[in-house]
T-cell receptor, first 112, second 113 residues
Framework: GESVGLHLPTLSVQEGDNSIINCAYS??????FIWYKQESGKGPQFIID?????DKRQGQRVTVLLNKTVKHLSLQIAATQPGDSAVYFC???????????FGGGTRVLVKP | EPEVTQTPSHQVTQMGQEVILRCVPI?????FYWYRQILGQKVEFLVS????????KSEIFDDQFSVERPDGSNFTLKIRSTKLEDSAMYFC???????????FGQGTRLTVV
C-alpha cells in the first residue's frame, strides 16, 4: 500500500524554558552519536556529538547525555528560543564505520 | 565557514530519465556521502565514498545509482532511469575523517513525474 509519512512526536515548549529531546538507539556496537537539527527545507545541521566513552557533553546552550545501559540519548536545550524550532534527529555510527543511522526525529515548537 | 554545496536545489524529471545531482564537499574532507529523505520520513543512508571508491552502500543504492568524483572538487550522484519512488530530498555530506561528524548540504529536491 501507499507509504505513510512518519508521524513525528512533537515537543511544544515555551520560549525561555528548557527542552529535553529523547532518543533510543538499538545498536550496542554504536560508539559515536550525533544530534542534528533540521529546519524546514534545509539539510541536517550538526549540533553536538558524543562518544561512547563519555556520558555527558556540553556545548553552547546544549547538553547531550548518553546512557549506554539502556541505550538512551538525550539532548537538552537551555533557554529555548524561537530559532530552535525545528526537527531534531539523533544519529549513530557504529565502531569503525562512517554510515550515519538516523532516528525518527522530534519536532520542537517554541511558543512565544 | 566552509560548507557543502549542492546543485540544483530542485530538479524535476520525467520517469525513465537520467539525472545527475551535484555536490561540492568541504575542501579538506576525505569522506563523502549521499543520503535521501522522502517527504515526512527520516534521513536514509545511500552510499559512502572514500579514496575514489564506494566504501559502503545501502540496499536502496541499487544498479540504477552510481557515484563519481570526476575532479578534485565535485561529487555526483547519478540515477540512470528514475522512478516515481525516487522522488525525495537528496543530501550530500562530507566528513574530515572516519568516525567524525558529517556536514550536510542544503539538499536537492528531486521530483519524478
Amino acid at each position: 500500500g501507499e507509504s505513510v509519512g512518519l508521524h513525528l512526536p512533537t515537543l511544544s515548549v515555551q520560549e525561555g524554558d528548557n527542552s529535553i529531546i529523547n532518543c533510543a538507539y538499538s545498536n550496542s556496537a554504536s560508539d559515536y552519536f550525533i544530534w542534528y537539527k533540521q529546519e524546514s527545507g534545509k539539510g541536517p545541521q550538526f549540533i553536538i556529538d558524543i562518544r561512547s566513552n563519555m556520558d555527558k557533553r556540553q556545548g553552547q546552550r546544549v547538553t547531550v547525555l548518553l546512557n549506554k545501559t539502556v541505550k538512551h540519548l538525550s539532548l537538552q536545550i537551555a533557554a529555548t528560543q524561537p530559532g530552535d524550532s525545528a526537527v531534531y534527529f539523533c544519529a549513530e555510527i557504529k565502531a569503525a564505520g562512517n554510515k550515519l543511522t538516523f532516528g525518527g526525529g522530534t519536532r520542537v515548537l517554541v511558543k512565544p | 565557514e566552509p560548507e557543502v554545496t549542492q546543485t540544483p536545489s530542485h530538479q524535476v524529471t520525467q520517469m525513465g530519465q537520467e539525472v545527475i545531482l551535484r555536490c561540492v564537499p568541504i575542501s579538506n574532507h576525505l569522506y563523502f556521502y549521499w543520503y535521501r529523505q522522502i517527504l515526512g520520513q527520516k534521513v536514509e543512508f545511500l552510499v559512502s565514498f572514500y579514496n575514489n571508491e564506494i566504501s559502503e552502500k545501502s540496499e536502496i543504492f541499487d544498479d540504477q545509482f552510481s557515484v563519481e568524483r570526476p575532479d578534485g572538487s565535485n561529487f555526483t550522484l547519478k540515477i540512470r532511469s528514475t522512478k516515481l519512488e525516487d522522488s525525495a530530498m537528496y543530501f550530500c555530506a562530507s566528513s574530515e575523517a572516519e568516525g567524525r561528524e558529517a556536514f550536510f548540504g542544503q539538499g536537492t529536491r528531486l521530483t519524478v513525474v
